[in-house]
């Protein structure tokens, strides 16, 4: 925005840790011994399960929560014990925290007003980010009189207005409808480019979080899955955590078996053209993503179970042998619970994890593939 | 918030400094009381560290009322009067806080009113009322003018009014009555003002006197200050030394109380969650 | 029967347990009549509670209360005279057996509404110890206002910045300063309002000679603190030194002969054109609002706590002065004298006293003169036009009751 | 919300307090702006109606002017000073301090005292010469000095005390209601960057407007009700310096038993307070936010 | 759960009209004549942009706002004045309403405390909830000692403990990570068919809204646009309004220009193949969904914009003519900006509205497509 020309700054994070001890004394480490890098002028998103400490590392990296481990450096300085003024950042927070008292307007300039920014100024920026936000018609509204949504932007506003080199979100978006979601994304991103701002951003939408992120930092029970792009993760995540948790739908895991014949999946006894270390013993995990499952006459028999709507796909849960199969199918194929088809996928749709840890395995070999038409299949699907 | 501090150290140390400044200016009267209660008269004003200690200026102070009686009906009087206080306010606070009836303003007003009046004024005309009720004498007698109280009402209603209606809201849908809701949403979130209130009553009740002298005549219902006031008469000048041994006898448990009660104010049990 | 007492304490601690003892007593001797007697605060607090509960139709039948708010009492219509239910021969002789300087203001319209019982009488203390370092002989207290002046003057000490370290003299004038301007006014030879309680002269030349006389200590003279002087704390400024003669109520006696550090004397109020002070302390009165069994076992009490034995008793225990010569007579109080002779002074002084201002009205019209003589002390006024002003506005008071 | 129900649950809350404050307040306040006029009642004179006689005579009184003018001029200073102590202490206390519970009783310690007892011993420190303050001051080789018997100090000296009486009993309420400021707030405003003193100016105080509301129109009543320490320090001597109107209404009452006159200054004080207080609180209220 | 078997009430919604005054005595109609009726046992979503009135039109049929106008019929009796007890409603909040001074299971309890339920059913039930919702590490914790979307869930349990016939939800699933998210979906919706529970659910997820609802209402400035199955109102929104909100990504909204050789895209030659009643102007919208659209060597050239990555697919901006569509595309096809492509769709992929004031226009006439081979290309599609 106005000839703002910063550029973000680099966060690190070294092993941090927050443990919250009860009244009885019961530890609980909301974020246990995380690191890694929100790197200058990036978007990084953190992305896990609810309570798995996204918002805790938020607060750590602004100084709102002291940490009981670890440390933080921004732009190379350690910060871990300096007050969040001399952070250089700014937050939305997931409760939003607007103060009752004051209108929207004075929200949003809260931060100006307190960093004397002159009037003029103030002015010229609140017509921006107001613009943006479409709180035009709000702005001598108190908190209390406004829809969820329109809170939510407000406190949108109040971070996005500061122009800090670092900004952190903890779900800003959550309560805004598809449309202006999908709007407020371009913008976020846009300005973040723009201004070159550091972005940490919580999300629980991966759609977002895809879509946004230069990096996605994958957490779970207070500890990071995997870090990396949007394509990494997607495309090979490391765990089936991270397997399960991206995508939406989300991946499908089956436990396979190693039969005599090879790998199969319970129930069926076409074995899959596999190759595993035989080191990993006798099961392991297939993961398949809903979308890249096809109709496929030569594929394995199945039987639907259940359609979802969802507009523009239905998803369709298919048994398998004794496995169950969400698949993404066009909507307008028309099925209903009960009819039989044939599903296939691509050699390089298989993820395949230990099924007792859940680490990602390579795969080593190549057989047959039981779709043997899947590249026609592409070539036709991108046509 | 826990903010990971160390700028504010400074600001900190300025902080105890002036905290602790002003509250030995504010102590001074009691660390006064405390010096010359247990030394004897010839140090009243004089301050010679190794002044001989005794106990003698308590024992006299004890034994020149039935204090032991005393208590007991001090401490009987102030249960009931906030007890029945705070029942009686949470009910009338609730209603101007949150409920919309022709003639609030005018009660409130009338309330607000009672804060003007001066007890002395009441006197003659309650100390009749007393007597039809047949009630002198009594330690409800002591108690009732005071039950109703427009401090109280007042001061509820101010923090009632600052609950999140939200939550209102959610008790409701809940299938509570107006009486649930309060006395499960509105006064558990104003239990510091409980406290507040709880404490200026008690010390207020505990140190009342010229009501409960006048209202009562046996030692089966008069509270300490009666007992109390036979050192402050000054006929013959003030002896310090037995005022402040018996204004600490009678007071040292409520700064006790305080003193313990005070730490339930730390306790954050009325955080966030609230949006 | 049934009793109910009020009495106030306005002496330490041992006053109540006294009255209780007694009280405890006679119900023993008496078995068919009941006393609760009822602690009733400050001789300010027993008042208001004893009107308080007239008014709300449940007086005591008996009380202790300032002799000078009979006219207050008969004012409001809840005592009846000693002499409705004194009528025996003995009773008559009974109510003549109190010093005339007490019974001045227990009478009016020659009816005795009030029998003495806790009374005192201002006198003055001073410091052995203090006059043998000014060089004075210590046995010897000033006799007259000029000698009190002359002795203050060396008794006044200043340290090497001026300050000063030690006064000649104090005499408090906070509260009720009046009290012991009466006994200035007294010593000059003049009243201060007449028996019927209806008329005050407090605009006579020779009462503002005598305030002019009190500024004066400080002002001209310089042996007296400047300001109003505090009553209560005026013995701890006697036993600290900070003045070398004060003048107070023979209540402190006790009180003096207990914590002061020095040798102390205690002698009549200085004269002046005569001796004189005025007396003080509180009266037993009979309420109008009980039936005759209790007034007459009212007046029997009474007369059996003022007796000589009885009398005595509380004189030791609580420092007053015994209101009858009787009471002086018994041995106890014989031996209690010989073995501090200084509270035979308000004895002797008593022959001198006057009774102490009362009129109708009372708090008011003494009100109005406490208002004089404190713009009067601090300088606000001249004491001529503060005692005018003064009497103007009791005449407009008192007015209504002449 | 729905109307007549409600109407009626808020009858009912309300009747119990109600009861007992007609019984024990309004019914005797009446009964005393009944008898303010009419003449005083004295044992066999009964009372006779005299209409506004007894407000002129009060309108007359200089001492009553006087009295009022003491009672403005001490509550115009009290009032703002104890707020604004009690404020101070609060926040003080609030934070995190070494010994803080010791701290809040020293603050709250004068409330608890019986004012007769403290009375005394502020009578102490103020006493010439030995008293407190002079040797304190003697230290610095000042000489003696009269406080409470000089017309013009008497009336500082007693604000003292009562400044002394009520912050602390102030602070009480503050404290209580920074309880439940929500902290996210505090973390919002520091992530602005704003100082202690902006966050306080721009946040807390506004937050705190219900209470200061309340305690202000307590200070305000206070400041004309609390008169216990004159009894004792100065029975509001010298000359009527250091007297309040409620100790000027206590004289007409209890001690010269002159119940119409009292009535009379009770009813003005009642106006009075009434506009001041009252007022204050209906002109105020509606701009408070209350969340 | 626990023996219920009640059956939800009809909810009938005539005319109903909120106004808010504020202190300027400006008026802001949140809810503006609004009527439907939610089904018995029916799931009814109320579907809009931020700030729409939904969440006041829930607190009014919850009888926590007095209706401006109108009434509200709970299964026949006129319920507009009755306080919300009387109404046998649960509700959950979009900001939670939790009680901070009680932990999460007082919490849910409450109500049924209230209600004096017996201990033992209390117990059966709430073992049963936190099950479901995951909470059961979590009963002791106050609410501020939960992380957003485990307070979320505490509300929701909340609500679900009751069994109420009627159950009112805002935003319950907003703070939820997509996994969980799509479990309580599933949850919710066979928790409401198995009670026979009448549910009027609001969101901002359409995703939501078109899996759980029997019938969406679509609102916009506090009145309804449409209401409908969801198959109607995806396939065949009402107007111009709902055809852009519904879908993620939208649909794509074209001025179309009436030319000399027909209806066109400006900016292209190629006439589509519409026939469009004369009387509605000489432009009209085009609306077509971004998975209808579809690589195809007989369609209209464009040119690849902009390329945002999505996980399952990638959603390109292309230029055709003057006109940006966005399309969905299998994300395999590494696409990027500047590639050139021929897009089609199908007939009936088409959707037309009035420019003016956007009311759905029948399509009248059949033109030839400009994608000859749709029916093929939707035929291997689907095989
Ligand atoms: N108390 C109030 N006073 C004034 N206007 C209000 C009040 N509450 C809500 N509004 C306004 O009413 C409109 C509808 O609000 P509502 O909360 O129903 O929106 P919503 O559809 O739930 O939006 P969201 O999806 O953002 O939660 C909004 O424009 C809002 O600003
Ligand atoms: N003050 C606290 N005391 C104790 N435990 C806490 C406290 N605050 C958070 N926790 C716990 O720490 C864990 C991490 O919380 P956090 O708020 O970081 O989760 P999150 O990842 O942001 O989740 P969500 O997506 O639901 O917001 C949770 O299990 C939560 O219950
Ligand atoms: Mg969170
Ligand atoms: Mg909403």
Known sequence: MSGANKTGVTIDIRHLSKVWRDKAGKETAAVDGVSFTAEAGKFTVLLGPSGCGKSTTLRLIAGLEAASDGGILIDGKDMTRRPPTDRGIAMVFQSYALFPHLNVEENILFGLKVRKVPPVERAVRLRRVAELLGLQELLDRKPNQLSGGQQQRVALGRAIIAEKPICLMDEPLSNLDAKLRHEMRVELRALQQKLGLTMVYVTHDQAEAISMADRIVVMNGGRIEQVGTPTDIYDRPASAFTARFIGTPPMNLIELKRGLRGWTIPGTDAPLPLAIDPAQGDTALLGVRPEDIRRDPSGIEAVVEAVEYLGADNLVDCRLGEAVLTARLPRHAGMKPGDRLRLGWGDEAMHLFNSVNGERLPLTGQGSAPTPKHDAAKQMASS | ?275 | VDLQFYFPVAVGGKAATTIQELTDEYAAAHPDVKIDAVYAGSYQDTITKTLTAARGGTPPQLAVILSVDMFTLIDEDVIIPFDDVATTDEDKKWLTSFYPGFMDNSMTDGKTYGIPFQRSTPVMYWNKEAFKEAGLDPELPPATWDEMVEFGKKLTKKDANGTVTQWGLRIPSSGFPYWLFQGLTTENDVILANDAGNKTNFDDPKVVEALNFMVDLSKKHGIMQPGIIEWGATPKAFFERQAAIMWTTTGNLTNVRENAPFDFGVAMLPAHKRRGAPTGGGNFYIFKDSTDEQKAASLDFIKWITAPEQAARWTIATGYVAPSPAAWETQAMIDYVKGFPQALVAREQLEFAVAELATYQNQRVTGILNDALEAAITGTMSAEEALKNAQAEADKVLADYR | MMGRREWIHGWLLLSPALILLFAFTHYPAVVTFWASFFSTPRGKRSAKFVGLENYQTLLTDDKFWQVLYNNLLYAGITIPVSVALALIMALFVNSKLHGRGFVRMTYFAPTVLPLIAVANIWLFFYTPGFGFIDQVRGLWGAGEANWLGNPDTVLGALMVVAVWKEAGFFMIFYLAALQTIPPSLREAAAIEGSSRWTFFRRVTFPLLMPTTLFVSVNAVINSFRLVDHIFVMTEGGPDNASSLLLYYIYEAGFKFWDTAHAATATIALLVLLSVLAIGQFFLVDRKVHYR
């Open chain 2, 1 to 275: 918030m826990e903010i990971a501090v160390d700028t504010s150290r400074y600001d900190r140390i300025l902080n105890t400094i002036g905290a602790w400044a002003l509250g030995l200016l504010w102590f001074l009267p009691l660390i006064y009381a405390v010096w010359t209660a247990f030394h004897p008269g010839a140090y009243a004003t004089r301050f010679e560290p190794f002044a001989p200690l005794t106990l003698q200026n308590f024992v006299n102070a004890w034994n020149a009322a039935p204090f032991a009686h005393y208590f007991v009906n001090t401490v009987m009087l102030v249960t009931m009067v906030t007890l029945s206080q705070f029942v009686l306010c949470t009910l009338a606070a609730y209603a101007f806080a949150r409920f919309e009836f022709p003639g609030k303003t005018l009660l409130f007003t009338l309330v607000l009113l009672q804060l003007l009046v001066m007890p002395e004024m009441l006197i003659v005309e309650n100390y009749q009322t007393m007597r039809v009720l047949g009630l002198i004498d009594t330690i409800a007698a002591i108690a009732l003018p005071y039950v109703a109280s427009g401090f109280g009402i007042f001061l509820l209603r101010q923090t009632f009014m600052t609950v999140p209606k939200e939550l209102e809201e959610a008790a409701r849908i809940e299938g509570a009555g107006t009486l649930g809701i309060l006395w499960k949403v509105y006064v558990p979130l104003a239990k510091p003002t409980y406290l507040a209130y709880g404490l200026v009553s008690v010390s207020y009740h505990w140190n009342n006197f010229l009501w409960p002298l006048i209202v009562t005549n046996s030692v089966e219902t008069r509270p300490v200050t009666v007992g109390l006031s036979v050192f402050s008469s000054v006929d013959q000048g003030i002896d310090w030394s037995i005022i402040t041994a018996a204004t600490l006898m009678t007071s040292g448990p409520l700064l006790i109380a305080f003193l313990l009660f005070q730490r339930q104010f730390v306790q954050s049990f009325m955080r966030a969650g609230i949006k």
